[in-house]
């Protein structure tokens, strides 16, 4: 099976969701995807019979070698791209990734290490996500939720959780107050509610729980 557009989005969100060390089932696909269950199980098992993703006995769903491949240089190509669109033609932080969303599935693969050598090959995308083949291996058990994060702590922020770059009205509000890989901050207070009191170049910016669990963070 040639590989459409649809069958990409599928690899690249199996692929983000096992990058986050989430497990992939069906549900939960439909879900980051936006589709219904049986379209799910239709184009997965399209997916199978083409090697590109298997499912073991708990129904859980895997990337093989050459769906990995594919994934990854769609991840690389995504991220490349959101570098390229507020570097050079000015769009904003918060608007790149659906715009990259359209580019990944076009550009070519010479395009593609063209963009990266022009832009100095960046290791990472404009929300902290890693680029395949410009960054080095990590351990993600370094980085954690930052609604996991104990009152009194310095923490990092190193990068957005992949539903996060999906959220427009989100990436808007982490632009505004400046809650962006590579700043630093203090858990002043964990309210009872679970709402994180942060302060930031001085500045006090409460974070809702559900907020704070889409941003990936490490001890400072």
Known sequence: MTL????????????????????????????????APPTVTATLDRLVRDGHVWIDERHEVFLTLSGERVAEQLARRHRLIEHWLIRTLG??????????????????????????????HPATCPHGLPIPGNYPETDIAQLFSLANAKEGSNVRIVRLSEPAEEDVELLRYFEAKQLVPGRTMTAREITPSGHMVMELDGATVVVENHVASNLWVMDA
């Open 4 to 35: 459409t557009t649809t069958t990409e989005d599928y690899l690249l969100a199996i692929y983000g969701m096992r990058a986050e060390a989430e497990p992939v089932i069906k549900a939960r696909l439909a879900e980051r995807l936006h589709v």
């Open 91 to 120: 769009l904003g932080w918060a608007e790149v990734h659906e715009e990259a969303d359209k580019l990944e599935h076009s550009v070519s693969d010479e395009l593609t290490e063209r963009i990266s050598e022009s832009l100095g």
